[in-house]
């Protein structure tokens, strides 16, 4: 039979409260267990002394007899003394997956690329138009009117 220390949940909605618990591994989170072992009230302070409290006997007889406990529980067992827990170390936590760099650089290349026809729609309205187009324009018109003094 595989024991595991737990967490098993109590108390109402939004109020939770929890046992510290030496369980089979195979039975379900608030089901039976074989013996209560402490308490975790989650709602009380950090500092207050209620808000962990253990029967450090019985928990080092438990992992003495072989019972794992959950990473929560590891860590009361650590403050309290009755099991080490080494430190963890995770230098990639905080940096994102391969596809959210590759969405990234997808979300730059079309900022800069409707940058630079940005700039370019400004350099064309701001360009004078060239000779030639403003003398072919003014050719047509001055040829009307003498067609029309002629009339």
Partial sequence: MATSIRLSRGGSKKRPYYKI???DSRSPRDG????RIGSYNPLLAKGDE??????????????SVGAQP???????LDVAGVK??????????????????????????????????????EEAAKAPAPVEEVAAEE????EATEEQAEG
């Avoid at 039976?32 to 013996?35: A, C, K, L």
């Avoid at 209620?50 to 992992?63: F, G, L, P, T, Y």
């Fill in 139 to 142: 050719a047509p018109a001055a």
């Fill in 84 to 121: 080490e827990r080494p430190a963890r170390s995770n230098p990639n936590k905080a940096e994102p997956g391969q596809k959210a760099k590759d969405r990234a650089e997808d979300r730059a290349k079309k900022i800069e690329e409707a940058e630079e026809a940005r700039k370019a729609a």
């Fill in 50 to 63: 209620k808000r962990v409290v253990i029967d450090v006997e019985r928990a080092k007889h438990w992992v």
């Fill in 32 to 35: 039976r267990f074989i013996e």
């Fill in 21 to 23: 618990v030496v369980t």
């Fill in 70 to 76: 959950t990473d929560r529980v590891a860590r009361f």
